[in-house]
């Protein structure tokens, strides 16, 4: 596996792009060296490659990085600076940083990218992007929707995944859709009869290899080092903990087979995990509450005024999670839109221990996404359970909880399908205005008097 990652088309690029630019006129110092363009950038760890397209754009206080998420620029760096030679990208709400050095036209330096309660390091180089000429391969097309069934179940209890391909020419970009979402879009060009697929937004870098098969099937490799973190531990639905031991799972295997949609229905293969039905209330009858502390410390309850009477949408979330990251700028769409219509937005934002006390990821989070909706701290992640008792099968990050005006659960949607999904976002876009829709048009009066008779008092 290693060596196939390393035969990557970058190996070439970088060689390339290294000769092309050496004659240019970059200087010793920083009085005469140029940063900003593209640049083929690649991370290794663990002798693993990782390549992602870097835009370095401006100059001085100007000065940003952009990352690519497939074919499009998605995000990019809360500060960065270049000063004698040296350049520093921050990606604060990731809690990324890549340090480099720039000499003979080259990047080189490493990479610290934070996960929950983790933190891996990377080497990282980088030369100037040099278009280069298509393949004379014909790449078979693949674009489309596919099934991997799961060889073990995860440790979610998922059967299969979904497989969503973009294709352009010999690119491709693609993400692999689980129950808690998805990768981001991995994205390469066709070569020597595969695609080396990798990705890297400042989070989540990975790097999977497809090939088709004679059969119609596709083999996709991937590489993965590190293990879950919550596992389930027995079949009843709502019995799941963050220190169990882990089993078998499925999700990391190093070999999947991807089958096309329609072919796995025919064959009657596993099928992906239904988003609406794999988290639901404990009771439907019960009242969603909830009072944790804002950043301040201030205790906010689910009766203060802000929700009383209001469709909430109660998310379960944490801003080490990328596909966290993905749900909130969609939220703010929604804030904006439904704010004065009666809906209400409130983050239950699970951090790690040592992120509780100055909360600098998290604030680094609202502040990129313009979050103007309410984030409230619950806890560490491995307390989730313990502080959101009234849902059962709770393992997804994020979950995001439809509330009535009655305060009653009237649907759960596990995971977040983002952009780089295509039909799946544009589904989950489709359901979730529908459903804030149709619980906006029931009557306040008429639900708050639903919910105090025989409610009982609030939890």
Not at 396 to 423: L, N, Q, Y
Request: hydrophobic share 40%.
């Amino acid at each position: 596996m290693k060596t196939l990652l390393k035969a990557a088309l970058f190996a070439t690029a970088l060689a390339g792009a290294s000769q092309a630019f050496a004659a240019q006129a970059f200087a010793a110092g920083s009085s005469g060296a140029v940063v900003d363009g593209r640049w083929d950038a690649v991370l290794t760890r663990n002798g693993v490659d990782i390549p992602f397209r870097l835009d370095i754009k401006g100059d001085g206080p100007t000065l940003q990085g952009v990352f690519y998420n497939g074919f499009q620029p998605y995000d990019g760096t809360t500060s960065a600076s270049f000063e004698d030679g040296k350049l520093t990208l921050t990606v604060e709400h990731y809690l990324t940083t890549i340090n480099a050095t720039l000499a003979d036209g080259k990047l080189t330096g490493s990479a610290a990218a934070n996960n929950r309660e983790t933190t891996a390091d990377y080497s990282f180089r980088a030369v100037r992007h040099v278009d280069t000429a298509p393949s004379a391969a014909h790449a078979p097309q693949i674009a489309g929707s596919w099934v991997i069934p799961l060889a073990v179940p995860s440790s979610k209890g998922e059967k299969a995944f979904r497989f969503v391909v973009d294709q352009r020419g010999d690119e491709v970009a693609a993400a692999i859709l689980r129950i808690d979402g998805d990768t981001g879009a991995y994205s390469g060009t066709y070569r020597d009869g595969q695609w080396v697929l990798s990705h890297f937004d400042g989070g989540r870098p990975g790097v999977i290899v497809v090939k088709p098969n004679a059969d119609g099937t596709l083999e996709v490799r991937q590489q993965s080092d590190r293990a879950p973190v919550a596992t389930k531990v027995s079949t009843k639905t709502d019995d799941y903990s963050p220190a169990a031991a882990a089993p078998a799972d499925g999700r990391y295997a190093p070999t999947l087979t991807a089958y096309r949609t329609k072919v796995a229905e025919a064959e009657k293969l596993p099928a992906p995990e239904d988003f609406v039905k794999h988290t639901t209330a404990r009771d439907p009858n019960e009242r969603f509450t909830f009072n944790f502390p804002d950043a301040s410390g201030k205790l906010i309850s689910s009766d203060d005024p802000r929700f009383k009477g209001k469709v909430v949408l109660a998310i379960v979330t944490g801003t080490w999670c990328p596909n966290c990251h993905d749900e909130a700028q969609y939220l703010v769409e929604l804030d904006k839109k439904y704010r004065d219509k009666g809906l209400a937005i409130v983050a239950l934002d699970f951090e790690e221990a040592e992120q509780q006390a100055g909360l600098t990821r998290a604030k680094a989070f609202i502040d990129k996404y313009g979050v103007k909706y309410t984030y409230l701290y619950p806890g560490t992640p491995a307390q989730m359970w313990e502080k959101v008792p009234q849902l059962q099968h709770l393992d997804t990050w994020p979950a995001t909880v439809f509330i009535g005006r009655d305060g009653k659960v009237a649907a759960v949607h596990s995971g977040f399908a983002s952009p780089s999904t295509g039909e799946f976002h544009a589904q989950l876009r489709q359901e979730f205005t529908a459903r804030i829709e149709q619980l906006l048009a029931q009557p306040a009066s008429a639900a708050v008097a639903s919910a105090s008779v025989g409610a009982g008092p609030s939890q």
